[in-house]
């Protein structure tokens, strides 16, 4: 609970951050896992590939403030070489991105050389340099479909590796073999168990990268932005939701006559939520952290990505 004098002071910030924008034709991009203050002043609010999109498409801004982790403040930098991208929270980095090295995918390449490599969007650029094709969670089942090959790398998270295995009929190698979301780990099917029993006519929402076990449970598998329009068009009135709980705020905002309540209470990315409002004005003030990546490796990692955005127009 803000005491009056903190929303004053957060008021305050919301107002010098928005003055800064404008003066600087800088726009703010927040994935949908971030705190709802910081959803509130942003610009746009999305998934992965919605950001990356929106970063493409606005010409006329100068600065791109990625509210998020380091490898979709990455992304955005590769994809918009002409413009400043900023990460206002130098350590928010992703675990999952740092699972997968190149030599990881080289040792693999030995082993599978006529298999096509696709990375999930969570790796760093120094992968994505090294891969044919990136995905989101939001359009993996359409990339791997989109390939004439039936056996495929894949990396860095097993889970999502196995769904779109399921959803495609083909052989997807995880590299790792163990990738895996910290966060996304933590929601156990009991805890959907004890839930249904309060709220008999819940539909339960699960993103790929949960478990199995959990997907199992689930009504509806997809990514956030999927599961946003999901909610949106369905009849239901309560839904379980098993992903970060940043993204309540967005559904409960979208969708202000439905219920929305998380699968596990404790499911939240503490790198997703280091960005705090001080932290975005600092950003801005100051326009750091400048996210650069080398231009060797950016080139390969822009064909990568490119082709993922044709491929999901
Ligand atoms: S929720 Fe998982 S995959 Fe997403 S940024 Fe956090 S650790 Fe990475």
Redesign the pocket.
């Known amino acids: 609970m803000l005491t009056a004098h903190a929303k004053g002071e957060s008021m305050n910030l919301t107002d010098k951050i928005s003055k800064l924008k404008k003066e600087k034709k800088a726009i703010i991009l927040a994935?949908n896992?971030q705190r709802p203050e910081i959803q509130d002043i942003a610009d746009y609010i999305g998934d992965s590939i919605e950001l990356s999109r929106k970063a493409t498409q606005e010409t006329q801004a100068e600065i791109i403030v990625f509210a998020?982790?380091d490898?979709?403040a990455e992304s955005a930098a590769i994809l918009n070489p002409t413009k400043k991208v900023l990460l206002p929270t130098l350590g928010?980095?992703?675990?999952?991105?740092q699972m997968l090295t190149v030599d990881e995918i080289k040792r693999q390449k030995t082993h599978y050389p006529n298999a096509p490599v696709v990375l999930y969007v969570?790796t760093l650029a120094s992968a994505k340099a090294y891969c044919d094709v990136c995905c989101t969670s939001a359009n993996a089942v359409e990339v791997i479909n989109s390939l004439d090959a039936d056996t495929i790398l894949f990396g860095p998270?097993r889970n999502l590796a196995e769904y779109v295995a399921e959803e495609t009929g083909k052989t997807l190698i995880p590299i790792p073999e163990w990738g895996f979301?910290?966060?996304?780990l933590l929601f156990q099917p009991e805890d959907v168990t004890v839930l249904k029993l309060q709220y008999p006519d819940a539909v339960v929402m699960v993103h790929p990268?949960c478990s199995a076990e959990m997907r199992r449970v689930a009504d509806f598998i997809g990514s956030t932005s999927k599961m946003c329009s999901y909610a949106r068009e369905s009849k239901a009135k309560t839904f379980i939701v098993g992903?970060?709980e940043g993204i309540l705020h967005r559904l409960r905002k979208e969708n202000p006559e439905k219920q929305f309540i998380t699968a596990y209470k404790e499911a939240v990315?503490?790198?997703?939520k280091l960005t705090t409002l001080d932290r975005l004005y600092m950003a801005l003030k100051e326009e750091k952290h400048v996210v650069r990546v080398p231009e060797v490796i950016a080139k390969k990692a822009r064909a990568a990505l490119d082709r993922m955005l044709a491929i999901n127009h």
């Open positions: 994935h896992y998020a982790v490898f979709m928010a980095r992703c675990p999952m991105a969570n998270d979301c910290p966060t996304h990268e992903t970060e990315c503490p790198n997703m």
